[in-house]
């Protein structure tokens, strides 16, 4: 029974990391397509898709790997042999997690585009994109039960490389050094703020996606 429940860990912990690195990916081809297609500058630089591969989904990654294991996760139904690990539902949420993404960074770039300059729209796509992500890193735990009924602190490590992170990001537009090297400009700390209320958008949509599946699973007529 321990081997069962240890192999149910390792395989969710598995597919959790490798959606969230693929669905990362898929937030941040879509917009640099959008743009291509509607003939707009770039909205990301070189440095920004190494910075968000390496810090903003390379480090949540590690400790999404690790994650404890469910202590529901002995109460599912075995799953077919057969069955992918990448089947449809993980490929909805994919598609759904990256349009998310693109949607809240296309229009916070768009939006600053229009008012600002092309460095200014740069900054805020580049930080509304990796507040968006390191948020959705909580989120991405479980795929069924909502980020509010899973206990922060069982993964230590996510909640420090999540913090340190976002430090590191609101330091970037503040520090003219690590802010040459990502090729960012100043912020100020209130529309930080807005930004991390924007890049919060994508997760809370997700978890009322569980909640409504969840809900419709639970009225499903048994047959």
Not at 67 to 72: K, N, R, S, T
Not at 94 to 123: I, K, N
Not at 152 to 164: D, G, K, S, Y
Not at 173 to 179: A, M
């Amino acid at each position: 029974v321990a081997a069962v429940e240890e192999g149910r860990g390792i395989y969710d912990n598995i597919r959790k990391t490798l959606q969230y690195l693929l669905a990362g990916n898929t937030g941040e081809l879509l917009l640099m397509t959008v743009c291509v297609i509607l003939g707009l500058p770039m909205p990301l630089l070189p440095i920004h898709l190494l910075w968000i591969n390496l810090v903003t989904d390379g480090l949540p990654a590690l400790c999404l790997a690790t994650d404890p294991i469910d202590p529901d996760v002995m109460k599912r139904h075995p799953r077919s042999q057969s069955e992918n690990i990448t089947n449809r539902s993980f490929f909805r949420t994919m598609a759904l997690t990256g349009f998310l993404t693109t949607g809240v960074s296309f229009a916070t770039y768009f939006y600053v585009l229009q008012t600002g300059t092309l460095e200014t729209a740069r900054t805020y796509a580049f930080a509304v994109l990796v507040f968006a992500e390191l948020l959705r890193s909580f989120g991405a735990r479980s795929e069924t039960k909502p980020v509010w009924r899973i206990p922060l602190f069982t993964n230590a490590n996510l909640v420090i490389v999540v913090a340190i992170s976002f430090g590191l990001q609101v330091w970037s537009q503040h520090n003219e050094e690590l802010g040459g090297f990502l090729k960012t400009s100043y912020m100020s700390f209130v529309d930080c703020l807005i930004l991390v209320a924007v890049g919060a958008i994508p997760l809370l949509m997700l978890e009322l996606v569980k909640v409504g599946r969840n809900a419709w699973l639970k009225n499903k007529p048994l047959i």
